[in-house]
Nanobody, 131 residues
């Protein structure tokens, strides 16, 4: 069982920045697709950034060029650096981990095909952007 713990959420003004962190209880980054999701009440959960075991990443169009996903495998921690934040970035942000279905082909992760049925979830950290 892998436990994920998010931190770094808070309240900032539009145009500001935040760094979210996701710490894993055990080493997941060699075998898992890692994804940051966000959700607001009444809306579907959205995958905003993904990173595979080899470090390749992808982003939702709504956050591309503003958000950066990265990982520090020595610390078993994943990050989401967010700049130029907008009011509609307000959401609960979750990190999730899913085992790569095919370790020889990691494309499912960054292409978003691994978003469904993630194996482990954190409890979320709240981001509030005021305009």
């Amino acid at each position: 069982q892998v436990k994920l713990l998010e931190s770094g959420g808070g309240s900032v003004q539009a145009g500001g920045s935040l760094r979210l962190s996701c710490e894993a209880s055990s080493y997941t980054y060699n075998s898992h697709c890692m994804v940051w999701f966000r959700q607001t009440p009444g809306k579907e959960r959205e995958a905003v950034a993904r990173i595979d075991s080899d470090g390749r990443s992808s982003y939702a169009p709504t956050v591309k060029e503003r958000f950066t996903i990265s990982k520090d495998t020595a610390k078993t921690t994943m990050y989401l650096d967010m700049i130029n934040l907008k009011a509609n970035d307000t959401a609960m942000y979750y990190c999730a981990a899913g085992i790569h279905p095919d370790p020889t082909d990691l494309s499912a992760c960054v292409e978003g095909r691994r978003d469904i049925g993630m194996d482990f979830w954190g409890e979320g950290t709240l981001v509030v952007i005021s305009s």
